[in-house]
């Protein structure tokens, strides 16, 4: 009897037992995490497992530095679970070197003073698989030490307009690599994959292309005739802004080609025959980004002499004004905006026109 007693007790432990293990995986301490950034034009994502601390020494500790034994380096997951992936859109730059499109396994050889991030072809799970024969790239950083952070985090840090650094962070530990893009020749690139161009995009190839070449004008008026064959397939209310988008920046290399009458011509038709937000986009492009304030005020005041009833004239004007200093302007032509503005602007242009007022006032 006894032994039926012990025998159905020690069933029973066992059942227990599996049933914690069970409850166990399905409550995964670790959480699972993904970040992703566009930079530039370039999407990364990051898709990691995040450990917590409890307390432990986790550098030198359950991550021992300098982790070889009999010649074989052993990785850092860099997290926890499955290993850690990496994934970008387009070829990037880490830290100055080069890694083309896709997604990669991250682990981590850690040092006391130095990490070596490496960017492996395998992605399965954990890091103990790992071999140098799948490196595509290895990365050393520097570590920091920084105030104490309980669960492992990635996070983007110091983002700039084609650039920003990764940091990995845990414990008492951080250490980042920088991740640097080309937004121009990655914006070619897509546009020359489409099998089937729009005038915008044909329009942007041509922007593009001067932008990494300013020599490449006959390529850019090749685009721009391109652009203007397909200005048909474009929506009709939307043609406008085409026409006029492709026409002045023809009109421009034309000029700068050295067919300074016909760029002129073709530039004075254009600017005679635009209408709504074109001229908008034109005249403040002329101010902000040319920095020209006086060619700006003749284009923007000789868009509302032709065409005095269009409310994007006067709010254009008043954003030049913005520019310029002079509230008393800014209200009076934002004022005018909104009570010409149409229904579905009607808003927008009424918040310009009183939030002004109020710091005129």
Known sequence: MKKVVLMTLMLSIGSLLVNAQDVQNSRRISQSTSIARTVGTTEITIVYHSPTA???KI????????FVVDGKEYAWRAGSNQRTTIEFQHNVKINKQKISAGKYGLVVL??????????????????????PENDVLRVPV???????????SYRFVD???????????WADTSAKFTVEVDVTSNIISDLNKKESKSTSDFRILAI?????????????????DSAMAKIDSVEERLQPYEKFSTNILKADLLIQKGEVREGENLKKLTIENSQGFAMYYY????????????????LLSNNIKSNPDQWQGYLAMGE??????????????FKKSFELAPDNWKNYARYLYLQNKLVLE
């Open 208 to 224: 593009e292309n001067l932008r990494k070449d300013p020599e490449a004008v006959e390529m850019a008026l090749d685009y721009l």
């Open 142 to 152: 520097e570590t920091e030490k920084k105030p104490h952070q309980v669960w492992l």
């Open 110 to 131: 850690v040092n006391e003073l130095e990490w070596t991030f490496v960017f492996s072809s395998n992605t399965s799970w954990g890091a103990f698989q790992y071999t």
């Open 159 to 169: 983002p700039q307009i084609e650039a920003a650094n990764i940091e990995l962070r």
């Open 283 to 298: 005249g403040l492009n002329t101010l902000m980004v040319k920095g020209d304030k006086k060619e700006a005020y003749r």
């Open 54 to 56: 409890q307390g432990r």
């Open 320 to 333: 030049y004004y913005l520019k310029d200093g002079n509230q008393k302007k800014v209200v009076e032509n």
């Open 59 to 66: 550098f030198g500790g359950i991550v021992p530095f300098d």
